[in-house]
């Protein structure tokens, strides 16, 4: 499965922002999913998961509240809706995909059973 997000941009604290992930191939309801994040100089870290069928999510403690994973399998897209934006949110945010039947445990692994990855997209949240 190929992903690319998108939706990345500058926005002010207190605002929102809705990142989509769009997948190719005929197996996107097979994999669990999530988003992950990058600042710079830190580690990656996992924001969001979202099981294949999208009835299981989990999301990092400092985001719960905040954010909210979805997504359509009938039109492969994977969201993330960003709400309460806080200038530690500014990072890179990268969309991936477990392997096909994978569980949701996969993507919150430490490390992540992710083979597939997307390109990133920059959040920059302005104070």
């Known amino acids: 499965v190929q992903l690319q997000a998108s939706g990345g941009g500058l926005v002010q604290a207190g605002g929102s922002l809705r990142l989509s992930c769009a997948a190719s191939?005929?197996?996107?309801?097979?994999?669990?999913m999530g988003w992950f994040r990058q600042a710079s100089g830190k580690e990656r870290e996992m924001v969001a998961a979202i099981s294949w069928s999208g009835g299981s999510t989990d999301y990092a403690d400092s985001v719960k509240g905040r954010f909210t994973i979805s997504r359509d399998n009938a039109k492969n897209t994977m969201y993330l809706q960003m709400n309460n934006l806080k200038p530690e949110d500014t990072a890179v945010y990268y969309c991936?995909?477990?392997?096909?039947?994978?569980?949701?445990?996969?993507?919150?692994?430490?490390?992540?059973?992710?083979?597939?990855w997307g390109q990133g997209t920059l959040v920059t949240v302005s104070s």
């Open positions: 991936a995909a477990g392997p096909v039947n994978s569980p949701i445990i996969s993507i919150m692994a430490i490390p992540p059973e992710v083979p597939y």
């Open positions: 191939g005929r197996t996107f309801d097979s994999h669990a």
